[in-house]
């Protein structure tokens, strides 16, 4: 009976008893977090000219996210820098500055440079993280953006990223006379560089997970093949010894074997292939076409689109090609999947009479209620790829022609939630991008 | 034969019984549909929204109706306007008349009291006054005219000086018609306070329309991580102290619900970007001071489900 009476009064007990009132928050707003990135404590000069351009990457990183809204530092107060004082919050909360960041550079004897950064929060009134790096001078960009991943990660809890490659199709010359090229870059457009010439045509560049290597489809000779290249050495070869056109490939997720489509007497199957014993796999059959695979983060599953029910359409098949099944059943035309490295999400491209050309996302999962969502429209917009975080979309918007010139295509990366569209700077036109993962 | 007739006294009586039995439930139906469908009662009171809001009496503003000019216009036209003028243009000539007629008529009450005397003066002055009415017709004319001037000039500086507010009050009074009270009236001349007598009670807890308000300041300050993934499966409750002028004594994390899958940094974004809500919202406003001890403590409860759909 005692023991009876405790059980009830435990379940009974909450902070209803006391008559403490609850509200419930369901709305906020959707604001950048005012940052306030403090000028560099520097011990020299040469240390002066550093410090500046790593506070101006970092600003830009941040900016460009959309999430983050650098304060002018001509609205600064205290003038005090560096990560050695505690700083006046109150004056930092005065120019509304919810985030501040102060760094400090050092020269060390063995001719490296020391970079030291700290994270505070003006509201709460305590340092969030504090980190600093030992590099030779010309790998301060990538310090920089090593900064502002952490920075990313710390106040939004995704991973940041920005230290990261983009490889792309570097597109010029006239309408009729198209010439491309694989280029790369860092994600802010820096450090630009092609890989290949523009003799012959060159489609879908796709990064291995370590950054280190390249599959892309190449018109060599007349016949599109599929080959990977080392980027550091340059070299190259067809990858997978097909009767037919093999084209669309993509690496898994573990480097070790990569997937494509290949095309034979009027259809199109997925095939896998072993990167190290070149063994190949068909995972698809029938008459259809099935083409642009992708795989899930964890190498279990596999979405493409196919028409195998009339019209192109996305479907998810395990690794084995085993238990295929549809998941788009909008209106309209789905092609180029990418799976989210998150694994929750699945980018896609969709044409309709009604919207043209827009990309859109869909959950990954069957159980859940499939409801797409429309992130980019535009008048040709195509080929989504996701940042390793999976929260950020890229993708290359085309513009009408002009006349007798063709018209423009460029990069742009977009939120998941379809906020903060950015255009990435490149020299040329540029489609068919792809990001790295961060680079170690 | 014997038999003969019992057996069929049998299956005749079986035969009836069988009989009996289908009549009856074509009669009275199957035993299940006996049971009668209770009716659902559905309670309900009818409550005036001053018990639910709790609201402190407040100071009403009454707007003062104002009579339609061109209405009033159109009535004076009606009526004498020699004698609507003269109430207005005799006040400053009472005092003269007064005197001429005072020492005539009431003599005596002047010694004893002028204040009396002004006032039974003029009571009995307003029926001679009607009396006397037409002889100082053309005098009355000519003060009007001298007098009119001055406050139509006025006027008329006023007017000019507004003449598309003047232009605005024509059209609608014209559109009001001639009635000199309309339910249009929306101009208010005066204001007159008046308390509201409202069932206001200290002890009661917070009503709905002071927590919407306190919850609506601390929506305008919290900026959740939007797009992180798992985020609508995360709740945060925190719990806070509150000073006697709203502003944040302490906040303390009374529950966190972070399901399996769901990345601890993602949780934890989630309950710093609640915490900086509470704190950038203080000191909260529109708290009664009188009911401390009601909203001294209370738990928000952060729920960013609806947000990431």
């Known amino acids: 009976m005692h023991r009876l009476i405790c059980l009830l009064l435990i379940l009974t007990y909450n902070l209803n008893i006391y008559g403490i009132q609850t509200i419930i928050i369901d709305r906020g707003q959707v604001n950048p977090i005012p940052i306030a990135i403090n000028y560099c404590d520097a011990d020299s000069s040469e240390s002066t000219i550093i410090g500046n351009d790593i506070i101006k990457v970092i600003s830009n990183d941040l900016k460009s996210s959309g999430l983050f809204r650098p304060i002018s530092s001509s609205a600064f107060i205290e ?83 920005f230290d990261t490659k983009i490889v792309y199709v570097s597109e010029s010359g006239s309408y009729f006379k198209r010439l491309k090229r694989i280029a790369m870059m860092d994600h802010d457009g820096a450090n630009h560089r092609y890989l290949t010439d523009d003799k012959y045509l060159v489609l879908t560049p796709r990064f291995s997970p370590h950054s280190d290597k390249i599959l892309y489809l190449s018109y060599v000779k007349k016949t599109p093949r599929v080959y990977i290249r080392d980027i550091k050495t340059g070299r190259e070869s067809v990858l997978g010894d097909f009767p037919g056109m093999s ?25 896998e292939i072993d990167l190290r014993t070149k063994k190949t796999v068909k995972l698809t059959n029938g008459y259809s076409i099935n083409t642009s695979p992708s795989y899930s983060p964890d190498g279990k599953k596999i979405v493409f689109n196919s028409d195998r029910s009339g019209s192109r359409q996305l479907y998810i098949m395990n690794s084995d090609g085993s238990n295929v099944q549809r998941i788009s059943f909008g209106g309209g035309v789905y092609t180029a999947p990418s799976w989210s490295p998150r694994g929750d999400y699945i980018a896609f491209t969709k044409m309709t009479r009604s919207e043209g050309f827009t990309i859109g996302v869909m959950r990954a999962s069957l159980d859940e209620n499939n409801s797409e969502r429309i992130i980019a429209s535009g008048y040709l917009v195509e080929g989504p790829c996701w940042a390793q975080n999976g929260r950020v979309v890229m993708f290359a918007k085309g513009y009408p022609p002009v006349g007798k010139q063709s018209g423009k295509s460029r990069i742009y990366t977009i939120d ?11 020299p040329k036109d540029a489609s068919d991008p792809e990001w790295s993962r961060s680079l170690d | ?88 243009d005799i006040k400053p000539e009472e005092k003269p008349i007064e005197k001429k007629e005072v020492p005539e008529e009431d003599n005596k009450k002047e010694i004893v009291d002028k204040e009396k005397e002004i006032i039974t003066i003029k009571k009995k002055e307003e029926p001679k006054k009607k009396e006397v009415a037409p002889k100082p017709k053309e005098e009355i004319k000519k003060i009007d005219a001298k007098d009119n001037k001055k406050p139509k000039d006025k006027k008329q500086k006023k007017q000019n000086n507004s003449e598309l507010d003047s232009l605005l009050k024509t059209l609608e009074q014209s559109s009001e018609g001639t009635d000199t009270k309309s339910a249009k009236h929306s101009r208010a001349m005066h204001n007159d306070t008046q308390e509201s007598k409202g069932n ?48 944040l004594l302490d906040v303390q994390l009374v529950d966190k619900v972070c399901p399996f899958g769901v990345s601890v940094a993602s949780c934890n974004a989630l309950v710093n970007s609640a915490i900086i809500a509470v704190k950038k919202a203080s000191p909260i406003a529109n708290l009664n001071p009188v009911r401390y001890s009601i909203w001294k403590t209370f738990n928000f409860d952060f729920d960013p489900s609806k947000l990431s759909r």
Do not use: C
């Not at chain 1, 998941?416 to 490149?426: F, M, R, S």
């Not at chain 2, 339609?68 to 004498?80: P, W």
């Open chain 2, 200 to 247: 206001y009670d200290e002890n009661l807890p917070l009503s709905i329309t002071e927590m919407n308000l306190i919850k609506k300041q601390i929506e305008n300050n919290w900026n959740p991580p939007l797009g992180a993934k798992d985020i609508s499966k995360i709740r945060v409750t925190l719990l806070i102290i509150l000073d006697k002028d709203g502003s």
């Open chain 1, 247 to 271: 084209f669309a490939p993509h690496f898994s997720y573990d480097g070790n074997k990569a997937i494509m489509s290949v095309a034979k007497d009027g259809s199109t199957h997925i095939v």
């Open chain 1, 416 to 426: 998941l939630t379809g906020y903060n569209e950015q255009e990435i700077p490149t």
């Open chain 1, 79 to 161: 003038r005090k820098t560096g990560i050695e004082h505690k700083p006046l919050f109150a004056a930092w909360r005065q120019i509304n500055a919810d985030i501040l960041i102060n760094t400090t550079i050092t020269k060390l004897p063995s001719g490296k440079i020391k970079i030291s950064f700290k994270l505070w929060d003006t509201i709460l009134e305590k340092d969030l993280i504090g980190e600093f790096f030992e590099i030779p001078h010309n790998l301060w960009r990538r310090v920089a953006h090593k900064i502002a991943d952490k920075i990313y990660e710390k106040i939004t809890g995704e991973k940041g990223y």
């Open chain 2, 1 to 88: 034969m014997k038999n003969n007739n019992d057996n069929f006294l049998l299956f005749l009586s079986f035969s009836i019984a069988i009989h009996l039995v289908v009549i009856y439930f074509f009669i009275f139906g199957l035993p299940y549909s006996f049971k009668e469908q209770s009716e659902e009662v559905i309670y309900f009171e009818m409550l005036p929204i001053s018990d639910i809001s709790n609201i402190k009496n407040q100071q009403k503003s009454k707007e003062k109706e104002v009579e339609n000019e061109i209405a009033k216009k159109v009535q004076n036209t009606k009526s004498d306007p020699v004698e609507e003028k003269k109430e207005i």
